[in-house]
Structure formats: C-alpha cells, structure tokens
C-alpha cells in the first residue's frame, strides 16, 4: 500500500498544478448565455467590430480562459512562416496598437466546427475591412471546452490571405459538402 501512495500523491499534485478551472459564470455578469459554439465565437467578432470607445475590453476576456494562447501565423520578410503568441491581455494591447480602432469590422462568411464531449474546435472564415474598405479574408481557429453550463475558448489561432494564398474553396460560402470531405 506504502508504495502507491507516493506516486498517488504526486499525481493528484501533479494534475492539479496543470489543470485550470474556468471562470465561475456565476461571478460574470454575461448577457449571451454562451451555450453554443456558434455564439460565443460570434461574440468575439461582435465585440471586436465595435468602435474603439464602445469595445468592452472585460466582455471580451469573460469569453476566454484567463490562460488563452493568441497565435497569429503570418509570413515574414522571406516568406517564411512566423508565428506571434499573445496572452490574453498582450492581445487586447496588440489589437489595440495594431488599428483596431479605425473603422475595423471583422466578419464572419462562413462557421464549421466539430464537438464531442466538452471540446469543440472551429474553423471561422473572415473577412475584415477597415473604413468600409474590405482588406483581406483569413479563419480564425478556436479550440473552446464547455465548463460551468457555457463555452469557453481555450485558443485562437488565426491567418489570412494577406500573403496571397487564397482561401480554400470548402471554407467559403457556397462549398458542397463533397468538397468538404
């Protein structure tokens, strides 16, 4: 018996130590009830489209685990693939500094996702433009996991076209589902 309880302790630590609770949803004051993948996703481009003045910056990490990866992949001077990771509040600073506040809006043309047991991913394409003006199409990838009756994401990864590689044709509007598989 002496024997299992040492490895026994150290794993309960262990697993402790590395495991989050979500944000009680009891302590938010959260108007969308964030039941579905598809709102609260949807909730991120909302808040994000808002003139600068009227984003609310606390809304926006209420949608997030305090511990959320941002992960811009985009191509450096060569070409070459470069990935930028935020956390969560280096990425309100980031969209902040980046121009989010001149006339930005970020829309949603097309939302496929997976779930199964909690965990959910999403593939949302985009379209943003500045001042009305539409400047590039890229997907935002969410890995979200439903905690306290609500999901949370966990993670953003985003891309665009800005680098001339289009957007495949299965996550624009209008796919046949044969060329999704």
Not at 45 to 72: K, Q, V
Not at 142 to 166: C, H, K, P
Request: aromatic share 14%; charged share 25%; with cysteine.
């Amino acid at each position: 018996m002496k024997k299992w309880f040492l490895p026994l302790l150290f794993l309960l630590c262990f697993s402790k130590l590395y495991s989050q609770d979500a944000p009680s949803a009891s302590n938010l004051e959260v108007s969308p009830s964030f039941s579905s993948v598809e709102e609260t996703v949807e909730e991120v481009l909302r808040i994000l489209s808002m003139p600068e003045g009227e984003r609310n910056w606390e809304d926006f990490r209420n949608l997030f685990l305090s511990n959320a990866d941002f992960i811009l992949v985009s191509d450096n001077s060569l070409g070459r693939k470069k990935m930028s990771r935020f956390n969560l509040e280096d990425f309100v600073r980031f969209f902040r500094s980046s121009g989010g506040g001149r006339g930005f809006q970020e829309t949603q043309i097309q939302l496929e996702g997976d779930s199964y047991n909690g965990i959910a991913q999403a593939f949302q394409t985009y379209e943003v433009s500045w001042d009305g003006e539409v400047q590039q199409l890229g997907i935002n990838a969410y890995q979200l996991v439903f905690v306290d009756g609500r999901w949370w994401i966990a993670n953003l990864i985003w891309t665009s076209n800005a680098n001339g590689v289009d957007i495949p044709d299965e996550y624009l509007p209008g796919a046949s589902s044969e060329s999704k598989e």
